[in-house]
């Protein structure tokens, strides 16, 4: 049971330059949330879904993209990538929404030069 | 937007030393959730509770709702304990997790 995967592991992109981080889960959840990790920061929201065909956004969605076509996936695109955007991010997925147990990927570590 | 803030930020403990992180809220929730990050990077679910107390091995998770505070207790700590661990409360609309900024715990052998 593979859980939830995220790819690539690490990353590194030049200013301006685009990019899709990969996220999927093989434990049929609806909820899927990505976010962003920064050092002496709790992690923050970038956008989530409560099912296919349903995204919405979270506490810092600007220069981010995300779109849920199917249950299992939930890629989430840099459009222009920035400096300010160079953070370790995690995506996760639960059964329902927030109030139920979350599981993690192992993270994307992401440097913008 | 709920707040939520962990104490300490770091804290050192030597092995067997029993541990108590401590995690605030500012507005009622529908659940709270403790993780753990390993210096690997990875992020584990260790509890999700909504009311009392939980056990699992050596850790215990109480919240009191009436207080919006909760703790997380490690007993007989040991080196591999040493992680960041992390609240997190998922507001009534469940709907988003807030964080907090995480302990970083150091049990030292």
Known sequence: NAGVTQTPKFQVLKTGQSMTLQCAQDMNHEYMSWY?????????????????????????????????????????????AAPSQTSVYFCASSLGQAD??????DGTRLSIL | ???????????????????????????????????????????????????????????????????????????ASHPRDSAVYICAVAADSARQLTFGSGTQLTVLP
Request: hydrophobic share 30%; with cysteine.
């Open chain 2, 1 to 75: 937007k709920n707040e939520v803030e962990q104490s300490p930020q770091n804290l050192t403990a030597q092995e067997g030393e029993f541990i108590t992180i401590n995690c605030s809220y500012s507005v009622g929730i529908s659940a709270l959730h403790w993780l753990q990050q390993h210096p690997g990077g990875g992020i584990v679910s260790l509890f999700m509770l909504s009311s009392g107390k939980k056990k699992h091995g050596r850790l215990i998770a109480t919240i009191n709702i009436q207080e919006k505070h909760s703790s997380l207790h490690i007993t």
């Open chain 1, 100 to 105: 139920q147990p979350q599981h993690f990927g």
């Open chain 1, 36 to 80: 962003r990790q920064d050092p002496g920061m709790g992690l923050r929201l970038i956008h989530y879904s409560v099912g296919a065909g349903i995204t919405d956004q979270g506490e810092v969605p600007n220069g981010y993209n995300v779109s849920r076509s199917t249950t299992e996936d939930f890629p989430l695109r840099l459009l222009s």
